[in-house]
């Protein structure tokens, strides 16, 4: 395909290199503000979901009512783990 392409460009090699250059960046183009945009609503990058999988099960107005949401009030703001250092703590059963 590239070889036809090559053979079909007009005006021997400097027109040829400068055709090339032209068809790559009309491709590139034509991909980057035609085909990526209509296709990124169709491709699951954006559809993160955390959790245990019991929460997908659940309908929007069928979450649990008692359930803590972060940053809220009432929410814990303890942290389960040492903020002040990146070492573990030593276990019983290390050896020195």
Not at 20 to 30: E, G, K, N, P, Y
Not at 45 to 65: A, H, I, L, R
């Amino acid at each position: 395909m590239y070889a036809w392409i090559w053979r079909k460009l007009p005006f021997g090699t400097p027109g040829k290199l400068t055709g090339s250059i032209v068809l790559a960046t009309a491709v590139i183009a034509l991909l980057w503000y035609v085909v990526f945009p209509w296709a990124t609503p169709l491709l699951p990058f954006d559809d993160v979901q955390v959790g245990t999988g019991t929460q997908q099960e659940q309908g929007p107005g069928q979450q649990n009512p008692d359930a803590v949401i972060p940053g809220e009030e009432g929410a814990p703001d303890e942290v389960p783990y040492s903020v002040e250092s990146n070492a573990p703590h030593p276990s019983a059963t290390a050896r020195r």
